[in-house]
């Protein structure tokens, strides 16, 4: 069974840092697309970071400059990461691991999410 497992979520005050991990686990093939997702209360599910299989990453608007996405894809880890500075109270927020994976040869490739956790910027 394939699990996308989060860590790193929290409180912190405006202006600082957190580190957001998102690890699969479980038996895989192969991995595409990683990215990272967030909805803040009263709002819809808002895409902020994406890492392709290349290492393009792309961020929105919102957090340019001031987040970070990276991947680990070695062997026996794929995990993505979130490196969140200059945080704001706007990045309150329930925040998403999303994963395209390929379980086996021959299957499509299916889009996995983390838990969610939530991350509290006090001002």
């Known amino acids: 069974q394939v699990q996308l497992v989060e860590s790193g979520g929290g409180l912190v005050q405006a202006g600082g840092s957190l580190r957001l991990s998102c690890t699969v686990s479980?038996?895989?093939?192969?991995?595409?697309?990683m990215g990272w997702y967030r909805q803040a209360p009263g709002k819809q599910r808002e895409l902020i970071a994406t890492?392709?299989?290349?290492?393009?990453?792309?961020?929105a608007d919102s957090v340019k400059g001031r987040f970070a996405i990276s991947r680990d894809n070695a062997k026996n880890t794929n995990s993505v990461y979130l490196q969140m500075n200059s945080l704001k109270p706007e990045d309150t927020a329930v925040y998403y691991c999303?994963?395209?994976?390929?379980?086996?040869?021959?299957?499509?490739?299916?889009?996995?999410w983390g838990q969610g956790m939530q991350v509290t910027v006090s001002s």
């Open positions: 999303n994963v395209a994976i390929r379980r086996t040869i021959g299957l499509a490739t299916v889009d996995y």
């Open positions: 479980g038996s895989i093939f192969s991995i595409n697309g």
């Open positions: 890492i392709p299989s290349d290492g393009r990453t792309n961020y």
